[in-house]
């Protein structure tokens, strides 16, 4: 079945400190990855996406994200957080012909002045 | 570019009365749109798929005709909640999908029944 894990719930990181979030999916074919962020009272936004080619993404903010094949993982990089950067963060695998998206729980980030 | 907006951002209404919520691609067409249903401190839940001029499909346990949803053009849909109950109080979301595949979202509303 079509999933997508995000093994950590909350993470909280200290100002200027770097950042990966996790995120694991199970997808049968060539999976479109995605990152969304949800600031409090904010819309969701896109943060970065992997269709295919360079396995390693940039997006916007700072962010970039890796995609493993081999460990079915396309983790969230940041070297350096803003307390800007409080947030939801969450996953998602577009599937189908309509690309549906399958998300993850979400990852609460806290940063620590 | 790719911006959704929603209109109302939060509603109030009595329970038994129907609410309408439209979603609109202001820069780009989208042929697909999806409306989702967020519960607090949870990940959003898909409600329904929608392509314009065809009939929405509804993801399991989401009843068609209490969540009427019409994308009428390639630039707007609307979801209405009829006979809304306190039950369907929740922060509706909407999001629009554009050419490239990416899912690009409204800023939600709020709806509150009494």
């Known amino acids: 079945a079509q999933s997508v894990t995000q093994p950590d719930i909350h993470i909280t990181v200290s100002e200027g400190a770097s950042l990966e979030l996790r995120c694991n999916y199970s997808y049968g074919a060539t999976p479109y990855l995605f990152w969304y962020v949800q600031s409090p009272g904010q819309g969701l936004q896109l943060l970065l996406k992997y269709f295919s080619g360079d396995t390693l993404v940039q997006g916007i903010k700072g962010f970039e994200a890796e995609f493993k094949r081999s460990q079915s993982s396309f983790n969230l990089r940041k070297p350096s957080v803003h307390w800007s950067d409080a947030a939801e963060y969450f996953c998602a695998v577009g599937a189908g012909s309509n690309y549906q998206l399958i998300w993850g729980a979400g990852t609460k980030l806290i940063i620590k002045p | 570019g790719a911006v959704v907006s929603q209109h109302p951002s939060r509603v109030i209404c009595k329970s038994g009365t129907s609410v309408k919520i439209e979603c609109r691609s202001l820069d780009f067409q989208a042929t697909t749109m999806f409306w989702y249903r967020q519960f607090p401190k949870q990940s959003l839940m898909l409600m329904a798929t929608?392509?314009?001029?065809?009939?929405?499909?509804?993801e399991q346990g989401v009843e068609k005709d209490k969540f009427l949803i019409n994308h009428a053009s390639l630039t707007l849909s609307t979801l209405t909640v009829t006979s809304a109950h306190p039950e369907d109080s929740s922060f509706y979301i909407c999001?629009?999908?554009?050419?490239?595949?990416?899912?690009?979202f409204g800023p939600g509303t709020r709806l509150t029944v009494l």
């Open positions: 999001s629009a999908r554009e050419a490239t595949s990416s899912q690009y």
């Open positions: 929608s392509n314009e001029g065809s009939k929405a499909t509804y």
